[in-house]
C-alpha cells in the first residue's frame, strides 16, 4: 500500500506569501492545507483531514497568534510538527513548545523542507 504524502498546514495571513509557500511545498511532494487566521488553523486542525505538520507565522489577525497556536497544537495534536515563522521579531526557543523549529524571514525552502523531513521521521 502506497504511503499518502504528509500533509503540511500553512497558517499565514499575507496571500502571497501563503500561495508561495503552498506552491513550493506542492511542488516538493507534500499535501497543503490553509489559513489565514490561527483560529481558521485551529478549526482546520479539528477537521477531519490528517495534519502531520503546521507551519505558521508568528504575526496573525485576531487572537490566536502562531505562538499562540503552536502551543494549542502541542497540547492537543502532540504528534503533529511546528514550524514557526516571523520577518518582524526574532522569537526564542523558550516562547515557544518542546520541539518547535523557528524561522526568520526571509527563509530558504530548501531549509524548511529539510527541517519538515526531519520532523517527519
Not at 498546514?9 to 503552498?22: G, T
Amino acid at each position: 500500500m502506497p504511503v499518502s504524502p504528509a500533509t503540511v498546514l500553512v497558517v499565514e495571513d499575507e496571500f502571497l506569501i501563503r500561495m508561495d509557500v503552498v506552491d513550493q511545498l506542492q511542488t516538493e511532494g507534500f499535501q497543503t492545507l490553509e489559513a489565514g487566521t490561527g483560529q481558521e488553523a485551529l478549526h482546520a486542525m479539528e477537521g477531519d483531514g490528517q495534519v502531520d505538520i503546521v507551519f505558521t507565522d508568528v504575526d496573525m489577525p485576531g487572537n490566536v497568534n502562531g505562538i499562540v497556536l503552536a502551543h494549542e497544537v502541542q497540547e492537543k495534536w502532540p504528534s503533529v510538527g511546528i514550524i514557526v515563522t516571523s520577518g518582524q521579531a526574532v522569537i526564542s526557543l523558550d516562547a515557544l513548545p518542546c520541539g518547535a523549529c523557528f524561522f526568520a524571514k526571509p527563509y530558504k525552502m530548501k531549509a524548511i523542507f529539510a527541517t519538515i523531513k526531519e520532523l517527519l521521521a
